[in-house]
């Protein structure tokens, strides 16, 4: 049995999680956090149709595309050619920062549609990059014609969209989202340190978190709207949390380009305590950006599916709140991770 996967956005999330598949397609369980999700291992899993719009990737091979520039993920093996062409996916003239002066090669969402029916696929995963919110909501649009599961990693907030999210109920068909949560990134960080700081009585009065990184999703969050968009996710994010109010500000702030795919966040908390006394800490964390998604990514596509597979559908409560920063129902991590690992880790 193989859980055949689309993939729209070619970038480097998808280059180290493509080279994640050919990894543990053997017995290898180094780095693998759960092999046994919903009774699937990774090497079920399997790439049939991946959809960019960058005119440097579409028309190339899988295995090719995911080297390709701007991609600058680590080239951790070498993936044998597949059968896999990437394919011109869908604009709605909401493209990312970076591809403004890059040719793109558009499709139709009709045209996405049948070349996903045609790959058999039972889950899009929806990859591209930051920003681009109308066309976010049309590849769910297209999955959901083709009887595709939709798995949203970025930060536009397609499951606040009612109609579509009814749509999806209406066909038995799951979708989740929105915007991946790293394995050990900086939100997950971020709401670990705060979450241990109030259950040992501190008093949190402030915090932040700032990331610097490399890569062309980093470029694109300095830009001044999308930057506004994706902060306001990870505050919010963090900020549940704690059980009161207090000031925090989370997000990108630089681009620096020979950081390549890696990622530096800076954090700083300060409360009190026993006689107001004050507590502080200032800490960073370094992490890259592809691998830090692949094994979240692995766990929520194979949990996705079996939902699919046992008709467990519209934005399913569990999965959102442990795979990613903005589900519809938020909840506290320690809760979300239990409800999952009890349905889905074997
Ligand atoms: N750890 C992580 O990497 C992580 C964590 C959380 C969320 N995400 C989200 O996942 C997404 C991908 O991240 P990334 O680092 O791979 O970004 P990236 O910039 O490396 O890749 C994005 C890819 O999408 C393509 N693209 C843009 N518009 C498209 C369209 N209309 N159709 C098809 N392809 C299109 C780009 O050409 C590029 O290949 C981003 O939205 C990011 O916010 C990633």
Redesign the pocket.
């Known amino acids: 049995m193989a859980v055949k996967i689309a993939l729209?956005?070619?970038?480097?999330?998808?280059s180290v999680f493509v080279q994640g598949l050919k990894f543990y397609s053997g017995t290898e369980r180094k780095g693998l956090w759960h092999p046994n999700v919903a009774g699937t291992r990774p090497k079920d899993l399997q790439v049939v149709a991946a959809?960019?719009?960058?005119s440097r990737?579409v028309g190339l091979e899988l295995s090719k595309a995911i080297f390709a520039p701007p991609?600058v993920a680590r080239r951790y093996l070498a993936v044998p050619k597949g059968k896999v062409t990437v394919e011109a996916?869908?604009?709605k003239g909401d493209?990312?920062p970076h591809?403004k002066n890059v040719r793109l090669e558009k499709t139709g969402s009709e045209e996405v549609t049948k070349l996903l029916e045609a790959s058999g696929a039972d889950v899009l995963v929806n990859?591209?990059?930051?920003g681009?919110v109308a066309?976010s909501e049309e590849y769910a649009r297209a999955a959901l014609r083709a009887g595709c599961a939709f798995i949203n990693?970025?930060?536009s907030l397609v499951l606040r969209n009612n109609k579509l999210v009814a749509d999806f109920q209406k066909a038995k068909l799951p979708l989740v989202g929105d915007?991946?949560m790293?394995q050990f990134?900086g939100t997950i960080f971020h709401k670990g340190l705060l979450g241990l700081m109030v259950k040992r009585g501190i008093k949190v009065s402030k915090s932040y978190q700032l990331d610097v990184g490399g890569?062309?999703?980093t470029l694109?969050t300095i830009d001044e709207d999308i930057k506004m968009a994706k902060r306001e996710v990870k505050t919010t994010a963090v900020a549940s949390e704690v059980p009161y109010k207090f000031e925090t500000i989370a997000g990108t702030t630089d681009f620096v380009d020979y950081m390549g795919n890696d990622r530096t966040s800076y954090f700083w908390f300060e409360g009190s305590t026993f006689m107001e006394s004050g507590i502080s800490v200032d800490i960073y964390l370094r992490s890259s950006?592809?691998a830090?998604?692949g094994n979240v990514l692995l766990d929520v596509i194979r949990a996705t599916y079996r939902c699919k597979q046992i008709r467990k559908i519209g934005t399913v409560g569990e999965i959102c709140a442990y795979g990613f920063k903005s589900p519809p129902k938020p909840m506290h991590y320690d809760e979300a991770y239990t409800k999952f690992a009890a349905l889905y880790v074997r």
């Open positions: 729209a956005g070619v970038g480097n999330c998808a959809f960019d719009v960058d990737k991609n996916g869908i604009s493209a990312a591809l990859m591209i990059s930051s681009s066309t990693c970025t930060p915007d991946l790293s990134g890569g062309s999703e694109n950006d592809g830090n998604a």
